[in-house]
Structures are given as structure tokens and as C-alpha cells.
């Protein structure tokens, strides 16, 4: 027991986080995500519309320790207005929303208090765009016939990305991928996520979506950039503003932007390969 003990340890001294309860989370939010697009897809859609909502809350306080002030009700009317404009209106209500949002904010900043105004409403900008636009793919992608499919797609080549980069990561891990952003991140992992991502995407696309294996191959190796990229990003977001974690709302995570930062990177990505591929029907 002494000696499971010591190996746990090492392993989450060198994972950087604990083990058990980050499984544990991950499960729960994959059972609820499931579950809920399964039987009822408002139900996922007020899901995603919470999660967002508190990840707003996250990067607000977030901007709060780089003396960022933002207007938080402001931002939790846009974030709602957006998700809602996707889920009634899909990508033209999105896009409609996005451009009358993003002013009205920087309008109602203006009015509020002009001092520091382009710090001000260049932070707003980017937390509606980062948070509510690209959050918003998500429910394109779970309000559609094949909703279920297609978000399991989506849930399939984030989780692979994330956890063999992970794994081989921790494993063989020497090399960084950009130090001056993620110390943790290394080509090592990246090589696994890579092979990963490409095979479990061509076997999403082959028996869940019944498309060919290579369109799929494809896609999961443009899911594995979109995944780090957005991974980095967030990571980029953090050491700018000097913290660790977005949140501690997650154990073994952090925050819920810490969990679905790829997420908002990739949701994009697959909701445009799988219309351009029903389109020209490939």
C-alpha cells in the first residue's frame, strides 16, 4: 500500500495535478453532456449556457487581478443573448448577435466610465468573442438532427488531444513545445496526440458519422492544432494575468475555462468540416 501510495504521488507530482479526482470530474461532466443530448437537448443547451456563463465569471475575475475592470452583468447579457441567437436563430442569429453585442458593450463602457477605455473594451471584446461566439458552435453542433453524433465527435477528438498528449506527456515528455507560454507542454506530447486524435477521429467519422475514414483522419489532425492552439491561448491568458488557474470549481482542473478551452477552439472547426462535408456532399 506504502508503495501504491509513493507511485500515485509521483505520478501527480510529475502530472502536476491529482489523478483521482480529475477522472472523477471528467466522467461526471462527460455522463451529464450524454445524458442530457440524449434525451433532451434544452437541457444541454442550459448546460452549456451555465458553463459559459461561470467561465465568463472566471476570466472576469481573472482580469480583475491584471486591474482589468470589466462590466459583469454586461458580459452575462451578451454571453446569454449570444447562446440564445445560436440555438433559435443557428449561425446567422450568431453572427447577427456577435455584431450587435460586442457595441453595445463597448457603448455601455463608454457611458459607464471612459478611463482606460481600450483596455477596458478590448478585454470585454475578446471575453465575448473567446467565450459566447465560439461557445456558441457548440450548441450549432448539438441542435441538429445528428446532434448527438456530432457532439460525441467533438467530445472524442478533444478527449484524445487532451489525454495522450497528456499521457505521453507525462511519460516520455523532454521537449517543450513553447516554453514561454506552457513549460508543461512538450513535442513529445503533442506526437501523441497527433496519433491519437487521427486515428479516433477516422474511426468516429467511419462508424458514427458513416463518412470515410481519411475525411475523418483529416479532420482530427485540424482538431489537434485547434486543440493546442487553444489550450495555449488560455494558457497564454493566465501568464499574462500572473495566475495558475482560472478556478478551483473543478478538482483536478482548475476552473471551467481550464476544461473547455480546447473546447471553444475546436467546436468551430468540427461544426465547419461537417457542414462543408454535408454540403458538397462528400
Known amino acids: 500500500m506504502d508503495d501504491f501510495h509513493s507511485l500515485n504521488e509521483a ?100 457611458f459607464k466610465d471612459p478611463k482606460d477605455f481600450v483596455r477596458k473594451s478590448t478585454a470585454s471584446a475578446f471575453a465575448i468573442f473567446y467565450l459566447a461566439f465560439l461557445g456558441g458552435f457548440i450548441l450549432l453542433l448539438a441542435h441538429d438532427k445528428d446532434g448527438l453524433a456530432r457532439i460525441f465527435t467533438l467530445v472524442v477528438l478533444v478527449s484524445c488531444n487532451d489525454t495522450f498528449a497528456y499521457i505521453f506527456g507525462v511519460l516520455f515528455g523532454k521537449h517543450p513545445l513553447a516554453p514561454h507560454i506552457s513549460p508543461k507542454k512538450t513535442w513529445e506530447g503533442l506526437i501523441g496526440s497527433i496519433i491519437a486524435t487521427t486515428i479516433g477521429s477516422a474511426l468516429v467519422f467511419q462508424y458514427a458519422l458513416n463518412h470515410t475514414w481519411w475525411i475523418g483522419a483529416g479532420i482530427g489532425l485540424v482538431a489537434v492544432v485547434t486543440s493546442t492552439c487553444g489550450d495555449l491561448i488560455e494558457s497564454a491568458v493566465k501568464r499574462d494575468l500572473s495566475i495558475k488557474d482560472m478556478g478551483t470549481i473543478l478538482p483536478g482542473h482548475g476552473g471551467i475555462l481550464d476544461r473547455i478551452d480546447s473546447v471553444l477552439f475546436t467546436g468551430p472547426a468540427v461544426w465547419f468540416a461537417l457542414e462543408f462535408i454535408k454540403h458538397f456532399n462528400l
Do not use: D
Open 11 to 110: 505520478i501527480n507530482a510529475r502530472a502536476g495535478r491529482k489523478l483521482g479526482p480529475s477522472i472523477l470530474v471528467s466522467l461526471s461532466i462527460l455522463a451529464v453532456v450524454f445524458l442530457s443530448i440524449s434525451f433532451a437537448k434544452i437541457l444541454f443547451a442550459i448546460f452549456v449556457w451555465i458553463a459559459i456563463l461561470l467561465a465568463a465569471r472566471e476570466l472576469i475575475r481573472a482580469y480583475q487581478v491584471g486591474n482589468i475592470e470589466i462590466p459583469s452583468r454586461a458580459i452575462s447579457i451578451a454571453v446569454t443573448v449570444l447562446l440564445a441567437s445560436a440555438w433559435f436563430g443557428r449561425v446567422s442569429g450568431l453572427a447577427v448577435a456577435i455584431a450587435i453585442a460586442i457595441p453595445c458593450v463597448l457603448v455601455y463602457i463608454l
